[in-house]
């Protein structure tokens, strides 16, 4: 059973313009949320995270939006530039767990 | 700043052989996580640990993988006898709280092939 869910496997967007990832959750009582990037051969960076009192986060280029209620967050990349090349994976914790619940990940290509 | 530090990068052995992960976490963080990477399941947690105490073996996949943390600075993680279906990319984090504003800090992986 995937609580969290990345249904989009890849993405491919043109340098300069917006990068849009998505990430479903099913568990109601997630109220952490983070976004991870991967490059190969790497482990994991923590890229930007959001508690569920917010519905927004912002850190230069990278947004993080949620919405509880849908049980949805995004992560936009403004402007895509070709070093965010990599695999994105959302996290999740909650009350209920102290585990942190990753989705499948988001291969996503900026290309020039 | 060190981050985590593990090793071997890559581990290549036979099926049946038994097989050591080793994990320095970051100094100062008192959390400790196994995960491990696979094309069909993502990322799962094998296990975790707070301060040396494992808390949640769940993930666990079999008796054959086992973890300790005799101290602050060291983790293994075993499996003995390994199978090929074990191979994948197994990485250790470590945190300074489980959940809250500390995110978990990963280590770069061991990417282990069974023959």
């Known amino acids: 059973d995937q609580q969290v869910k990345q249904n989009s496997p890849s993405l491919s967007v043109q340098e300069g313009r917006i990068s849009i990832l998505n990430c479903d959750y099913t568990n109601s009582m997630f109220d952490y949320f983070l976004w991870y990037k991967k490059y190969p051969a790497e482990g994991p960076t923590f890229l930007i995270s959001i508690s569920s009192i917010k519905d927004k986060n912002e850190d230069g280029r990278f947004t993080v939006f949620l919405n509880k209620s849908a049980k949805h967050l995004s992560l936009h990349i403004v402007p895509s530039q070709p070093g965010d090349s990599a695999v994105y994976f959302c996290?999740?914790?909650?009350?209920?767990?102290?585990?942190?619940?990753f989705g499948t990940g988001t291969r996503l290509q900026v290309f020039p | 700043d060190a981050g985590v530090i593990q090793s071997p990068r890559h581990e290549v052995t036979e099926m049946g052989q038994e097989v050591t992960l080793r994990c320095k976490p970051i100094?100062?963080?008192?959390?400790l996580f196994w995960y491990r990477q696979t094309m069909m399941r993502g990322l799962e947690l094998l296990i975790y640990f707070n301060n040396n105490v494992p808390i949640d073996d769940s993930g666990m996949p079999e008796d054959r993988f086992s973890a300790k943390m005799p101290n602050a600075s060291f983790s293994t993680l075993k499996i003995q006898p390994s199978e090929p279906r074990d191979s994948a990319v197994y990485f250790c984090?470590?945190?300074?709280?489980?959940?809250?504003?500390?995110?978990?800090?990963f280590g770069d992986g061991t990417r282990l092939s069974i023959l």
């Open positions: 984090a470590s945190s300074l709280r489980v959940n809250g504003n500390q995110p978990q800090h």
């Open positions: 996290a999740a914790s909650g009350l209920d767990t102290d585990k942190l619940i």
């Open positions: 100094s100062g963080h008192d959390y």
